[in-house]
């Protein structure tokens, strides 16, 4: 149908009202995000595709990349320091992740009751997880040295030979499992605010009707902060399969001893900065974020299980 | 049905953020130059020199500790001699030197001139990393090649070619404790491998379930394993005809093997441990050694002529040093030590080499004479030994005599260096430990390292 040259006029000058003050609005919106979004793009977007691209070349960092196929995964498989790596790694995850869950969640509910000296509680126990990573590192070798440390000290004079802890194949694991629980302060701090946000009508009510103290756990507490214990344990699932730096820090040669400290990042640096196998590194890291990808997809998929939101019905 | 949104606004709605997504996306790939950067390697690198005439040369070492101060004199020296060259000196950790370097390189901003630990060489080599000399090596450096330690020379090479020239060379004999010696009833150091083990199973002290003396364990600490006891087997390059590396083959690396298996009579936790904790102090200038708590170790001249005077100078009248036994039949020592390099994409290299040359003492013999007995470092030639000032400090050190001996014996040798260096030292590293611990036989450990070392484990 042929517009009239009236109604012609009539859109145009409708136009111009099209383009203020929503799309200003939009424009200075994106603007003003527009320096997380370039950083975005610069260090995690581009990289992320540069790390794909390298997986399947051959790269020492000079000169230009020669593409290789799946030369890099196929090598990955015959790997046997990479299955040791990966087994390190998946030790460490699955014993520290509900370790530290736990030890969190206990001091978080331990810091939630009211007693005297409440707040110093709250910052004693906060502050170590604020101390530089790599300082924290160096101070537990002190604590932990087989020869001259605290802990074999204290150990010694309640007649226990204590282990060599970083330097013994069999405790080198277990002693970087203690170290993380150095850094609890932060979940726990996570924690106490969620345990504060429990209404306290539901323990009223939970008391009233005969519940106990495991009970009133089980079945009020645990469910009402059941949100934040899923996004602690998917953060500290993510921060266990990426371990590198008090492992690269404390155990010289990295990996040391016996291959026993060489978790999955630790090997791929090695790779990437040692042996100069950049392509064969971003595989690595490509795996890594696929591996990452898949337990961060099947913890949400099977969280609908376990977690309760307040707004969903069930 | 009527659409309440305006059609043309719709449009917007997605177009805006896709076109500034876009746009940043294509921003930051311009700036980082897409996914085959290359090095940029700039055209003035290759100039002589800055408009008043003189070449600015950086040099990067990975030493800390006492040795800075030397590095700084010999900045000095360098820079009132060379009035065409002025060299800034600058230190990075060791933990981190070669990723730095790298990225270094790959910025197009590396130093002119860094100081490596010789093993990586050959890869650097390799990859293109690093720079050859050979076309320097004309007018007056055309004798450099001859004047060197042949040893010394072989440990900068790279498929004969040269890349790198010797700072200051390692030579390997052994430290024992003249009181621990005499308390054990010892008359005299060991002269061959079953004496020392025999001597130093009677040192060993452990009170109270931890460890407070060590007699010897070539399986622990910093000098540790296969790699540098091979020379005193004659076990340092193993290869088969195609150029791999083939220790599973090689009589000489069995027998090594089975030697360091030999010494599994104390856990290896605990004496790494006791090496970690003395290591830790001092700049790493310390160890238990140093500390009068161990009877016998296998280390090089700054162990006597640097550490022990500076950080526990109550042992410098108390240790005295022997070749190790071996069973090659003569003294010897493996070709090793810092080595100067020109990084690809350098300022200068041409001025970078000058220093380079200067630093190993080619044509600066009476200086560098004076300089390596105080860092305790082994000569790049023996011209620098014949130098009055190297002369006296023999004299005064008659156990020094030991290591410098050894650089001109027929049966010392440097490791050829290859593309795979690096994963065959981290190979001897792990076999050393797997055959201490147990975990590995000997003949397991050397199929490891061959297995290791050979495979191309991507790139």
């Not at chain 2, 100081?115 to 004309?138: C, F, H, K, R």
């Given at each position: 149908m042929?517009l009239?040259t009236?109604?012609?006029?009539?859109?145009?000058a409708?136009?111009?009202?099209l383009?203020?003050?929503?799309?200003?609005?939009?424009w200075?919106?994106?603007l003003?995000?527009?320096?997380?979004?370039?950083?975005?793009?610069?260090?995690y977007l581009y990289p992320f595709?540069a790390t794909l691209y390298?997986s399947?070349?051959?790269?020492?960092?000079i000169?230009?990349?020669t593409?290789t196929?799946?030369?890099?995964?196929?090598?990955?498989v015959?790997?046997a320091?990479?299955?040791?790596?990966?087994?390190?790694t998946?030790?460490y995850t699955?014993?520290?992740?509900p370790?530290s869950?736990?030890a969190?969640l206990?001091l978080?509910?331990?810091?939630n009751?009211?007693?005297?000296g409440?707040?110093?509680?709250?910052?004693?126990?906060y502050i170590?997880?604020?101390?530089?990573?790599?300082?924290s590192?160096?101070i537990f070798?002190?604590i932990?040295?087989?020869?001259f440390?605290?802990?074999?000290?204290?150990?010694a004079?309640?007649?226990?030979n204590?282990p060599a802890?970083?330097?013994s194949i069999?405790w080198?694991?277990?002693?970087f499992i203690?170290?993380g629980l150095?850094?609890m302060g932060?979940?726990m701090?996570?924690?106490?605010?969620?345990l504060?946000?429990?209404?306290?009508?539901?323990y009223e009510?939970a008391?009233?009707?005969g519940a106990?103290p495991w009970q009133r756990?089980?079945y009020?507490?645990?469910p009402m902060i059941?949100?934040i214990?899923?996004?602690?344990v998917?953060l500290?699932?993510?921060?266990?399969?990426?371990?590198f730096?008090?492992a690269q820090?404390?155990?010289?040669?990295?990996?040391?001893p016996g291959?026993s400290?060489?978790f999955?990042?630790?090997?791929?640096y090695?790779?990437?900065?040692q042996y100069?196998?950049?392509?064969?590194a971003s595989?690595?890291?490509f795996?890594?974020?696929?591996?990452?990808l898949i337990v961060?997809?099947v913890l949400?998929?099977?969280s609908?299980?376990w977690?309760y939101?307040?707004?969903?019905?069930? | 049905?009527?659409d309440?949104i305006?059609r043309?606004r719709?449009?917007?709605?997605?177009?805006?953020?896709?076109a500034?997504?876009?746009?940043?996306?294509?921003l930051?790939l311009a700036?980082c130059g897409?996914?085959?950067a290359?090095?940029s390697t700039?055209?003035?690198?290759?100039?002589?020199?800055?408009?008043t005439?003189?070449?600015d040369i950086?040099w990067?070492t990975m030493?800390?500790?006492?040795?800075l101060?030397?590095?700084?004199?010999?900045?000095?020296?360098?820079n009132?001699?060379h009035?065409?060259i002025?060299v800034?000196?600058s230190?990075?950790p060791s933990?981190?030197?070669?990723?730095?370097?790298l990225s270094?390189?790959?910025a197009g901003d590396p130093?002119?001139?860094f100081?490596?630990?010789n093993?990586?060489?050959?890869?650097?080599?390799?990859?293109g990393?690093?720079q050859?000399?050979?076309p320097?090596?004309?007018?007056?450096?055309?004798?450099l090649e001859?004047?060197?330690y042949?040893i010394?020379?072989?440990?900068g090479?790279y498929?004969?070619?040269l890349?790198?020239?010797?700072?200051?060379?390692?030579s390997?004999a052994?430290?024992?404790?003249k009181s621990?010696?005499?308390?054990a009833?010892?008359s005299s150091p060991?002269?061959t491998?079953?004496q020392?083990y025999a001597d130093?199973?009677?040192?060993w002290k452990?009170?109270?379930?931890?460890l407070?003396?060590i007699?010897?364990?070539?399986?622990?600490g910093?000098?540790?394993?296969?790699e540098y006891?091979g020379?005193?087997f004659?076990?340092?390059?193993c290869?088969?005809?195609a150029?791999?590396y083939s220790?599973?083959t090689?009589p000489?690396?069995?027998t090594e093997?089975?030697w360091?298996?030999?010494y599994?009579?104390y856990p290896?936790?605990?004496v790494?441990?006791m090496?970690a904790?003395?290591g830790?102090?001092?700049g790493?200038d310390?160890?238990p050694?140093?500390a009068?708590k161990?009877?016998?170790?296998m280390d090089?001249?700054w162990?006597?002529?640097?550490n022990?005077?500076v950080?526990?100078?109550?042992m410098?009248s108390?240790?005295?040093?022997v070749?190790f036994?071996?069973t090659?039949?003569?003294?010897?020592?493996?070709g090793?030590?810092?080595?100067?390099?020109?990084?690809?994409g350098a300022?200068?290299?041409?001025?970078?080499?000058t220093f380079?040359?200067?630093?190993?003492g080619?044509d600066?013999?009476?200086?560098?004479?004076t300089?390596?007995?105080?860092?305790?470092?082994?000569?790049?030639?023996?011209?620098?030994?014949?130098q009055p000032?190297?002369?006296?400090?023999l004299k005064?050190?008659p156990w020094l005599?030991?290591?410098?001996d050894?650089?001109s014996?027929?049966?010392?040798?440097?490791?050829?260096l290859?593309?795979?260096?690096?994963?065959f030292?981290?190979?001897?590293a792990t076999?050393t430990?797997d055959i201490?611990?147990r975990?590995?036989?000997?003949?397991?450990?050397l199929?490891?390292?061959?297995?290791?070392a050979?495979?191309a484990?991507?790139?």
């Amino acid at each position: 149908m042929l517009l009239t040259t009236q109604a012609r006029m009539t859109s145009r000058a409708a136009v111009p009202a099209l383009r203020s003050p929503g799309s200003r609005r939009l424009w200075l919106g994106l603007l003003f995000v527009s320096p997380w979004i370039i950083g975005f793009c610069g260090f995690y977007l581009y990289p992320f595709f540069a790390t794909l691209y390298y997986s399947f070349t051959s790269f020492t960092g000079i000169g230009n990349p020669t593409f290789t196929g799946l030369a890099n995964f196929d090598a990955l498989v015959h790997d046997a320091t990479f299955r040791t790596a990966l087994f390190n790694t998946f030790y460490y995850t699955v014993i520290e992740v509900p370790f530290s869950t736990i030890a969190a969640l206990g001091l978080a509910m331990l810091l939630n009751m009211n007693v005297r000296g409440q707040a110093f509680y709250r910052t004693l126990f906060y502050i170590p997880s604020i101390v530089p990573v790599v300082a924290s590192s160096l101070i537990f070798v002190w604590i932990f040295q087989p020869s001259f440390g605290i802990v074999n000290a204290l150990l010694a004079d309640v007649h226990i030979n204590g282990p060599a802890w970083f330097f013994s194949i069999t405790w080198s694991k277990p002693t970087f499992i203690l170290l993380g629980l150095w850094g609890m302060g932060q979940p726990m701090v996570i924690y106490l605010a969620a345990l504060q946000g429990v209404p306290k009508e539901m323990y009223e009510v939970a008391s009233l009707e005969g519940a106990g103290p495991w009970q009133r756990l089980r079945y009020v507490t645990i469910p009402m902060i059941s949100p934040i214990i899923l996004f602690n344990v998917i953060l500290s699932l993510v921060l266990s399969i990426q371990y590198f730096t008090q492992a690269q820090v404390i155990e010289s040669p990295p990996g040391s001893p016996g291959n026993s400290t060489m978790f999955y990042v630790t090997y791929y640096y090695q790779q990437a900065f040692q042996y100069l196998h950049l392509g064969y590194a971003s595989a690595m890291a490509f795996l890594l974020f696929i591996l990452v990808l898949i337990v961060t997809v099947v913890l949400l998929k099977t969280s609908s299980r376990w977690v309760y939101y307040e707004n969903e019905e069930r | 049905m009527t659409d309440n949104i305006p059609r043309g606004r719709r449009v917007r709605s997605w177009a805006a953020p896709a076109a500034l997504l876009a746009t940043s996306a294509v921003l930051t790939l311009a700036a980082c130059g897409g996914p085959a950067a290359s090095t940029s390697t700039s055209t003035s690198s290759t100039s002589a020199g800055s408009s008043t005439g003189v070449a600015d040369i950086t040099w990067q070492t990975m030493w800390s500790g006492n040795t800075l101060t030397l590095l700084n004199q010999m900045v000095a020296e360098f820079n009132s001699t060379h009035p065409t060259i002025h060299v800034t000196e600058s230190n990075i950790p060791s933990a981190t030197g070669d990723a730095k370097l790298l990225s270094e390189i790959a910025a197009g901003d590396p130093p002119s001139v860094f100081t490596e630990w010789n093993p990586v060489l050959g890869e650097y080599a390799a990859d293109g990393t690093i720079q050859s000399m050979a076309p320097y090596l004309t007018g007056t450096y055309s004798g450099l090649e001859k004047w060197e330690y042949p040893i010394a020379l072989q440990g900068g090479e790279y498929k004969g070619t040269l890349y790198a020239l010797p700072m200051s060379m390692n030579s390997w004999a052994l430290y024992y404790n003249k009181s621990m010696l005499k308390a054990a009833g010892i008359s005299s150091p060991p002269t061959t491998l079953a004496q020392l083990y025999a001597d130093q199973a009677k040192e060993w002290k452990i009170s109270g379930g931890k460890l407070e003396q060590i007699g010897f364990d070539p399986d622990a600490g910093d000098n540790a394993g296969f790699e540098y006891y091979g020379s005193f087997f004659g076990a340092v390059n193993c290869f088969n005809s195609a150029g791999q590396y083939s220790f599973e083959t090689c009589p000489a690396a069995a027998t090594e093997a089975n030697w360091l298996a030999q010494y599994d009579n104390y856990p290896l936790s605990d004496v790494e441990a006791m090496q970690a904790a003395y290591g830790a102090v001092a700049g790493g200038d310390d160890d238990p050694f140093v500390a009068g708590k161990m009877g016998f170790d296998m280390d090089g001249p700054w162990e006597g002529a640097q550490n022990i005077p500076v950080t526990n100078p109550s042992m410098s009248s108390n240790f005295g040093v022997v070749a190790f036994p071996g069973t090659v039949g003569q003294p010897s020592t493996f070709g090793q030590g810092n080595y100067n390099i020109i990084p690809k994409g350098a300022a200068n290299p041409r001025a970078a080499f000058t220093f380079a040359a200067w630093l190993a003492g080619y044509d600066n013999e009476t200086f560098t004479s004076t300089i390596d007995p105080k860092g305790g470092w082994m000569p790049a030639s023996p011209s620098i030994v014949k130098q009055p000032a190297y002369q006296a400090w023999l004299k005064a050190n008659p156990w020094l005599n030991v290591f410098v001996d050894q650089m001109s014996s027929s049966a010392s040798v440097a490791p050829t260096l290859t593309a795979t260096e690096s994963e065959f030292e981290t190979a001897e590293a792990t076999a050393t430990e797997d055959i201490a611990e147990r975990s590995k036989t000997p003949q397991q450990a050397l199929a490891y390292i061959d297995q290791q070392a050979n495979s191309a484990a991507g790139g």
